[in-house]
């Protein structure tokens, strides 16, 4: 295949068979989950409640490479293996000797990189004979994301929508109901957390930490019930790495390798499926001019601003405590239009690789992320998603300053999903209306006065 081809497409066979687990390759173990209740380090019984044996096992395993099941792959050829596209005209439009290409997770039913994880989880529970999953959604992409999922499975699904996006985003809501999830405004009356809520004050619109509760709560009282999450944690990291491993194969067809990879980072989970799969090269010294950048937004930048510590996943204080960057488990970001970049805290293993300086990050502002946005789509045809658009704004930066060095850098980009959903994001940046978000100082230093205490 000659170099100069627009995308470059892997047959089926080809799909990888495995995924790729980063906690082999890692400079130090992760630090484990605290129970911050009872004051000790967690164990996989804590998790037991709420996972099944198969994903505690895969948050806990430190084997390099794990199978994944013939009946997930199944599912997986639906949309995938995904395209790398060459985005030859938005080098052409920024004038740049650097290469840039880019992996479309759009192409998935639910829009988004999100559906590599849910597939899986929704097949490990099955297996396990759980009959329902809960889950929380902000933005709605994780909600359409195990929707569907579960309705390939066979199993029923709930999902705690957080207030504001559920009167927001009404057509996320549809398409999880097309899928036949239940879908409940959070905080509602179906959980004593709820109810509680509401009671003191009925107009609350809402937070993830609080559909998180929900969700947990609804689970830990029914029967075969389990919860599922769509980033953060280790096994949905490791879920996601198909996208860079399916890369790495597309570049050697290319007869290349990037220099840099650059993706969006709100939990974590698209930018370690896009990067884990070539950071592995370079923690086994194969690759180590390699650069990773992790790309944030200006109102929640928990790897550039915050505190590496142990702190809760959820805004209640629910969940073990996880060491990681944080902004704090009560900092509620402003209302930027990329939905899922408002979390307060970073994966364990992302967090882990920017302490020992593998991976770096980066901030941009929200107007500055819509016009790289608009750019990439007059350019390359494809509507990003609002997260997305802030790996572009990173890249298109990266590409200016090879300009200037005159180097001809090969840049990979993870676009994690497609903007369709969004449009009412990009009327507020086409109109003027849109502002930009500084980073809330005083703000954070508020919420970190209110990270557990670890012995
Ligand atoms: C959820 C989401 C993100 C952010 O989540 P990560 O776990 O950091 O990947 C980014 N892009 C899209 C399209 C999403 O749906």
Redesign the pocket.
Known sequence: MSKSNKKIILSEQDMPKQWYNIQADLPEPLEPPYNAREKRPATPDDFKPIFCDEIIKQEMSSERFIDIPEPVREVYKLWRPSPLIRAVNLEKFLDTPAKIYFKNEGVSPSG???SNSAIAQAFYNKEAGVKKIATETGAG??GSALSMACEMFGIECVVYMVKVSYEQKPYRRSLMQVYGAQVFSSPSNRTETGKKVLAEDPDNEGSLGIAISEAIEDVVTSKNAKYSLG?VLNHVAMHQTIIGLEAKKQFEIAGDYPDIVVA????????SGAAFPFLMDKLQGKKPYLRAIAAEPSACPKLSKGVLAYDFGDSSGFTPALKMYTLGHTFMPGGIHAG??RYHGASPLVSALVKHKVVESAVVKQRAVFEAAVAFAKTEGILP?P??AHAIKVVIDEALKAKEEGKAKTILFNL??HGHFDLSAYDNYLSGKMTDYEYPEEKVAQALTHLPEIK
């Not at 969006?264 to 930018?271: D, W, Y």
Request: hydrophobic share 25%.
């Open positions: 988004s990189h999100k992409q994780w980033s969006c980072l709100g939990g974590g989970s698209n930018f899922g970049l998603a997260e997305s994690s999903g």
